[in-house]
């Protein structure tokens, strides 16, 4: 890790010597500053892509020839120095020291433009785009590893350049050749914010009632009226210019989401010569939030002056399609963010735990010996395994929903199909599982320090913050769980489920031939019975035209099969984990933290089974107006 700067603030751990330290507002306790402390680990991210995956096995295909192992590795170790330079030692102080509305502008930290400039510079937004269009046609498992870095040093400033990324993916994907060329090298290279633009006032979860509008013109533009909110980065003094993909109806079009279009709406326009002018966007409010801080949330108006511009994508009425691009996208990067901040609040609960000395082992009461780390409770391994068995899990899943994403890119025909569908009926699960269980992760990090994790004098406390947007955004739990039992598990006939099923039975089938892996693989055998006929009760009840009481808990059907899949990734690490355990302690550590999870979450799909097999439909009988 890097020298801190001298100016850095200072939190507070306990002291392994047990010293008093001046200044200290804990009393008896040592500095600790949060920026120098471990976010990530790379032994385990390298097992994951490496031992689990087997990514480097892409660079056999003609797409991503030209990388290679040692290419993977140096990508890896260049995105943890700019994590540990540039983002962790600020990340504190976008906490502390959140954008603000001056004069009709945001005003963000200082260190975001430099860190722009850095990214675009480095390769960064554009590395998963082609060679042709500027980028490094990095594979999306890579990419993905480095996201996780990023958002684990500092998730506020990491969301910066990649949501260029996305929204310059849309105009890539789908705008003309001319708007390629007059967005992305500027994008790309970090001098313009990139945005999707699609909630409103009036219209969150429910796009069919946007009411942003769309006026042709003989000129080739639209003229947009209408107004945003909850933009991220929607406006900000850290770059030149912010570029909307927009979400608009243009005049006489079909109603609900068929009449939805995706416009470039940039907040200032190319002038002939070249000079950007005002497009008539203007922010008109910014939202403060309860964590993600530094990362301003805009609310943003356009056309007051009946002068903004918008720039067709695509055809016409096809929006939502071409948008659902970038917003599954940014459903698995959710659960990628999500996965990133647990990590950096395991990581600081787990080297707290280990110097902060507190009673004795529970069969001394001899009050003259000194006390141990309570990291040698029980309890506060159990706390400290969960967190693992969360952060690990998820960042498992989610490289392999990259890796199928790369899968999908390489192969034809039925192959291709197959991870597409596979990639389909995950992205719910990638996106909620990950979130819903950093929210608890995070909440046991603050409990491992105690009443020290409740005070700003320690990192726990933001990373709980900053957790709890990942459940609401890009479609609340809610929303994916009406996805998944509405939807993902139907399509195609059912094709996508199977193959989710056929994919955790290959890994049940070989862990039951190795005698350390053959009681957790018929657990697992009998938790996916399970879900199968929990998924046929309830498909029943549709076919009886019960379709509020069918759809009642479909966010509980979402957390069993969440927990199923991340009981496959433990169960598929474990076969990579077998023959090397006697090598040395960070396996064992992995083959605890994968007994943990059959012991204590898997068993919790027990209880939602119970539940979702229930007749009793009390949430669809509780009448409103019984509400006090």
Same mark, same amino acid.
């Given at each position: 890790?890097?020298?801190?700067?001298?100016?850095?603030?200072?939190?507070?751990?306990?002291?392994?010597?047990?010293?008093?330290?001046?200044?200290?507002?804990?009393?008896?306790?040592?500095?600790?500053?949060?920026?120098?402390?471990?976010?990530?680990?790379?032994?385990?991210?390298?097992? /994951?892509?490496?031992?689990?995956?087997?990514?480097?096995?892409?660079?056999?295909?003609?797409?991503?020839?030209?990388?290679?192992?040692?290419?993977?590795?140096?990508?890896?170790?260049? *995105?943890?120095?700019?994590?540990?330079?540039?983002?962790? %030692?600020?990340?504190?102080? &976008?906490?502390?020291?959140? %954008?603000?509305?001056?004069?009709?502008?945001?005003? +963000?930290?200082?260190?975001?433009?430099?860190?722009?400039?850095?990214?675009?510079?480095?390769?960064?937004?554009?590395?998963?785009?082609?060679?042709?269009?500027?980028? &490094?046609?990095?594979?999306?498992?890579?990419?993905?590893?480095?996201?996780?870095?990023?958002?684990?040093?500092?998730?506020? /400033?990491?969301?910066?350049?990649? #949501?260029?990324?996305?929204?310059?993916?849309?105009?890539?994907?789908?705008?003309?050749?001319?708007?390629?060329?007059?967005?992305?090298?500027? /994008?790309?290279?970090?001098? =313009?914010?990139?945005?999707?633009?699609?909630?409103? %006032?009036? !219209?969150?979860?429910?796009?069919?009632?946007?009411?942003?509008?769309?006026?042709?013109?003989?000129?080739?533009?639209?003229? $947009?009226?209408?107004?945003?909110?909850?933009?991220?980065?929607?406006?900000?003094?850290?770059?030149?210019?912010?570029?909307?993909?927009? #979400?608009?109806?243009?005049?006489?079009?079909?109603?609900?989401?068929?009449?939805?279009?995706?416009?470039?709406?940039?907040?200032?326009?190319?002038?002939?010569?070249?000079?950007?002018?005002?497009?008539?966007?203007?922010?008109?409010?910014?939202?403060?939030?309860?964590?993600? @801080?530094?990362?301003?949330?805009?609310?943003?108006?356009?056309?007051?002056?009946?002068?903004?511009?918008? =720039?067709? +994508?695509?055809? %016409?009425?096809?929006?939502?399609?071409?948008?659902?691009?970038?917003?599954?996208?940014?459903?698995?990067?959710?659960?990628?963010?999500?996965?990133?901040?647990?990590?950096? !609040?395991?990581?600081?609960?787990?080297?707290?735990?280990?110097?902060?000395?507190?009673?004795?082992?529970?069969?001394?009461?001899?009050?003259?010996?000194?006390?141990?780390?309570?990291?040698?409770? *029980?309890?506060?391994?159990?706390?400290? #395994?969960?967190?693992?068995?969360?952060?690990?899990?998820?960042?498992?899943?989610?490289?392999?929903?990259?890796?199928?994403?790369?899968?999908?890119?390489?192969?034809?025909?039925?192959?291709?199909? @197959?991870?597409?569908?596979?990639?389909?009926?995950?992205?719910?699960?990638?996106?909620?599982?990950?979130?819903?269980?950093?929210?608890?992760?995070?909440?046991?990090?603050?409990?491992?320090?105690?009443?020290?994790?409740?005070?700003?004098?320690?990192?726990?406390?933001?990373?709980?913050?900053?957790?709890?947007?990942?459940?609401?955004?890009?479609?609340?739990?809610? $929303?994916?769980?009406?996805?998944?039992?509405?939807?993902?598990?139907?399509?195609?006939?059912?094709?996508?489920?199977?193959?989710?099923?056929?994919?955790?039975?290959?890994?049940?089938?070989?862990?039951?031939?190795?005698?350390?892996?053959?009681?957790?693989?018929?657990?697992?055998?009998?938790?996916?019975?399970?879900?199968?006929?929990?998924?046929?009760?309830?498909?029943?009840? *549709?076919?009886?035209?019960?379709?509020?009481?069918?759809?009642?808990?479909?966010? #509980?059907?979402?957390? /069993?099969?969440?927990?199923?899949?991340? !009981?496959?990734? =433990?169960?598929?690490?474990?076969?990579?984990?077998?023959?090397?355990?006697?090598?040395?302690?960070?396996?064992?550590?992995? &083959?605890?933290?994968?007994?943990?999870?059959?012991?204590?979450?898997?068993?919790?799909?027990?209880?939602?089974?119970?539940?979702?097999?229930?007749?009793?439909?009390?949430?669809?009988?509780?009448?409103?107006? =019984?509400?006090?």
């Amino acid at each position: 890790m890097h020298q801190i700067p001298d100016n850095s603030e200072i939190f507070y751990r306990p002291s392994p010597e047990g010293k008093k330290l001046k200044n200290s507002p804990s009393g008896g306790w040592g500095a600790f500053n949060c920026m120098t402390e471990q976010y990530i680990s790379l032994r385990n991210l390298r097992f /994951m892509l490496y031992e689990v995956l087997g990514a480097e096995k892409l660079t056999q295909y003609p797409l991503y020839q030209e990388h290679s192992p040692e290419n993977f590795e140096m990508i890896l170790e260049s *995105a943890l120095e700019l994590g540990d330079r540039m983002m962790r %030692p600020y990340n504190l102080e &976008m906490d502390r020291n959140e %954008p603000q509305l001056v004069e009709g502008k945001i005003r +963000v930290h200082p260190k975001v433009r430099d860190f722009m400039r850095t990214a675009g510079e480095g390769g960064w937004v554009a590395a998963p785009f082609p060679y042709e269009a500027g980028g &490094m046609q990095l594979p999306v498992t890579i990419n993905s590893a480095c996201g996780f870095i990023f958002n684990a040093a500092n998730y506020s /400033m990491s969301v910066f350049p990649f #949501l260029a990324t996305g929204s310059a993916g849309l105009i890539h994907s789908f705008a003309s050749q001319e708007y390629q060329d007059r967005y992305l090298p500027k /994008m790309f290279s970090g001098e =313009w914010q990139g945005t999707m633009a699609l909630t409103e %006032p009036d !219209a969150g979860s429910s796009l069919s009632d946007i009411t942003t509008s769309a006026e042709p013109t003989e000129y080739g533009y639209y003229k $947009i009226k209408g107004q945003k909110i909850y933009i991220s980065c929607g406006d900000h003094d850290a770059c030149e210019n912010v570029v909307h993909l927009m #979400l608009a109806k243009i005049k006489g079009a079909p109603l609900g989401v068929k009449g939805i279009s995706l416009f470039i709406v940039p907040q200032k326009r190319l002038k002939n010569d070249g000079s950007l002018e005002s497009n008539d966007v203007q922010t008109a409010g910014l939202f403060h939030k309860c964590g993600y @801080k530094g990362a301003p949330i805009a609310h943003l108006s356009m056309g007051n002056n009946d002068d903004c511009r918008g =720039w067709l +994508v695509g055809e %016409p009425h096809k929006g939502l399609a071409y948008m659902f691009q970038m917003m599954n996208e940014a459903r698995i990067g959710v659960g990628m963010n999500a996965t990133g901040i647990a990590s950096a !609040a395991y990581y600081a609960s787990l080297k707290y735990a280990r110097e902060r000395p507190q009673g004795r082992k529970i069969e001394n009461k001899d009050v003259t010996q000194a006390q141990v780390p309570i990291i040698q409770h *029980a309890d506060v391994k159990r706390m400290l #395994l969960f967190q693992r068995a969360v952060v690990e899990g998820s960042l498992s899943l989610l490289l392999q929903c990259a890796y199928y994403t790369d899968l999908e890119r390489v192969t034809e025909g039925e192959a291709k199909e @197959k991870y597409a569908l596979l990639l389909d009926f995950l992205t719910p699960i990638a996106k909620s599982y990950p979130s819903e269980m950093g929210v608890h992760s995070t909440s046991a990090a603050v409990q491992i320090l105690g009443g020290a994790g409740y005070c700003k004098d320690f990192p726990v406390e933001q990373f709980f913050r900053e957790s709890r947007i990942h459940p609401i955004h890009e479609g609340t739990t809610g $929303i994916h769980g009406l996805d998944l039992l509405g939807r993902k598990i139907t399509m195609k006939n059912g094709k996508a489920f199977q193959l989710f099923l056929a994919e955790v039975n290959e890994v049940i089938d070989k862990s039951l031939n190795i005698n350390e892996l053959a009681d957790f693989a018929l657990e697992l055998q009998w938790a996916v019975a399970k879900l199968q006929k929990v998924a046929q009760h309830l498909f029943g009840i *549709a076919q009886q035209g019960e379709t509020e009481k069918f759809m009642a808990d479909a966010t #509980l059907f979402l957390e /069993m099969t969440g927990i199923i899949a991340i !009981a496959w990734q =433990w169960l598929k690490q474990g076969l990579a984990i077998q023959p090397k355990i006697a090598e040395d302690s960070f396996y064992q550590g992995k &083959m605890m933290t994968l007994r943990y999870f059959f012991q204590y979450e898997l068993p919790k799909i027990e209880g939602l089974a119970k539940r979702l097999l229930s007749n009793d439909f009390t949430t669809v009988e509780m009448q409103s107006e =019984w509400f006090e």
